[in-house]
């Protein structure tokens, strides 16, 4: 959120970069993706969300259980 322009998401370890214009949401496992957005023009907000999983239990979401960068690159390989 914010008025800003010129910025990118990083997800280095993968190497993939994504456009990020104001309003943009991107939804990334953080604990196996190495990511960031670096230089841009303007004010930027950023609004994390975690979700623990006995959270998830708790409510009754079902759960997938935690992604692995082997997952992530192998839906990137095919």
Do not use: Q
Not at 9 to 28: C, S
Not at 42 to 49: D, I, L, N, P
């Amino acid at each position: 959120m914010g008025p800003y322009v010129n910025a990118e998401m990083k997800l280095y370890n993968i190497g993939a970069k994504i456009h990020y214009p104001a309003g943009t949401l991107v939804g990334i496992g953080g604990k196996v993706i190495e990511h960031g957005v670096e230089d841009f023009e303007g004010e930027r907000v950023c609004v994390a969300y975690f979700m623990r999983e006995n959270v998830m239990h708790r409510v009754g979401a079902k759960t997938e259980g935690w992604s692995t960068l082997d997952i992530i690159n192998e839906m990137y390989s095919k």
